[in-house]
């Protein structure tokens, strides 16, 4: 009963910052179309960073299996949106994540999970692909780990350089990835990048 309590006393502050910059903007908070709208925008960005309410290795913990095979594991184009902690605009787009078992797999939703924990907080992508890694390699302490994300950044599409159809890739690697470019070609060839 308590979390509901905090949940609701958190989105009504925010409902209200969102009142008072819609007034800020210039607009009349009352009229009929905007009436409802800081508490729905509290509620959506509440929901949208929920990352920051969630345990990316909790969660992985979940579904670690033993597992003595594989020379190497791919789940690609997982899905996120995030917003970008420079100007709280979304981003958007899609994780790739390789990894070579030492002795233990995890069950593939749970990889989705990881990319949600950390897309659902405010953050830049670059951080963002380097967080998705380092959880995979910590809950299974794999031989090698790579990740790579392809995003769209609306802070670059609608202000700024206002350039529509820019896209960004980041990628970080550890473990045998980091000696093996022969690993980082064969991930990025099953990708088709």
Do not use: W
């Not at 209200?16 to 908070?29: A, M, T, V, Y």
């Not at 100007?87 to 593939?108: A, D, E, R, T, W």
């Not at 769209?152 to 990628?171: F, I």
């Amino acid at each position: 009963m308590n979390h509901i309590k905090d949940t609701n006393e958190t989105v009504e502050k925010i409902a209200f910052h969102f009142e008072e910059i819609i007034k800020l903007l210039g607009e009349d908070s009352s009229r009929e179309g905007l009436k409802k709208t800081p508490i729905r925008a509290a509620k959506a960005l509440y929901y949208a960073t929920k990352g920051y309410r969630a345990d990316a290795v909790e969660i992985a913990n979940q579904a670690i299996f033993e597992h003595s095979g594989s020379r190497l594991i791919i789940v690609k184009d997982i899905e996120f949106y995030s917003f970008c902690e420079h100007h709280i605009l979304p981003f958007f787009g899609k994780v790739s994540i390789g990894y070579i078992p030492n002795g233990k797999m995890i069950g593939l939703s749970k990889l989705a999970r990881i990319v949600n924990v950390y897309a659902q907080r405010l953050q830049v992508q670059e951080r963002l692909t380097a967080e998705v890694c380092r959880a995979v390699a910590q809950v299974l302490d794999a031989k090698g780990v790579i990740v790579t994300c392809n995003a769209q950044h609306l802070c670059m599409k609608m202000r700024g350089v206002e350039k529509q159809d820019s896209s960004t890739t980041t990628v970080e690697y550890m473990g045998e990835f980091e000696i093996s470019p022969s690993l980082r070609k064969e991930f990025f060839a099953s990708l088709n990048i």
